[in-house]
């Protein structure tokens, strides 16, 4: 079984930068991908970002590649997602999502665990 806990979300104005945290518990949280999914009211939800166990490969929607960089501290068992340049259009619930362990995480199908999910708000 494994926890997530987001945080860091809040109110900000365009142009801003904030910091996502999400604090995992668990032992396998090594070999898990994890990424970063967000939702905005009455839309799906999409994926954004996601890393590798290893922390060598990332991925990023279009929609954020270049503002937004996701890292992992394996030791820590955290992830975080780093937003800058943020936008009105970046205003949604952000979750954080552990893959299955050793497997890809490319969809919202391959989810193991979720968190419960940290509003960002960007004002224009």
């Known amino acids: 079984q494994v926890q997530l806990v987001e945080s860091g979300g809040g109110l900000v104005q365009a142009g801003d930068s904030l910091r996502l945290s999400c604090a995992a518990s668990?032992?396998?949280?090594?070999?898990?991908?994890m990424g970063w999914f967000r939702q905005a009211s009455g839309k799906e939800r999409e994926l954004i970002a996601t890393?590798?166990?290893?922390?060598?490969?990332?991925y990023y929607a279009d929609s954020v590649k270049g503002r937004f960089t996701i890292s992992r501290d394996n030791a820590k068992n955290t992830v975080s997602l780093q937003m800058n340049s943020l936008k009105p259009e970046d205003t949604a619930v952000y979750f954080c999502?552990?893959?299955?362990?050793?497997?890809?995480?490319?969809?919202?199908?391959?989810?193991?665990?979720w968190g419960q999910g940290t509003q960002v708000t960007v004002s224009s």
């Open positions: 668990g032992r396998t949280f090594s070999s898990r991908a």
């Open positions: 999502a552990a893959g299955r362990q050793g497997r890809l995480l490319t969809r919202s199908g391959d989810v193991d665990y």
């Open positions: 890393i590798r166990w290893s922390g060598g490969s990332t």
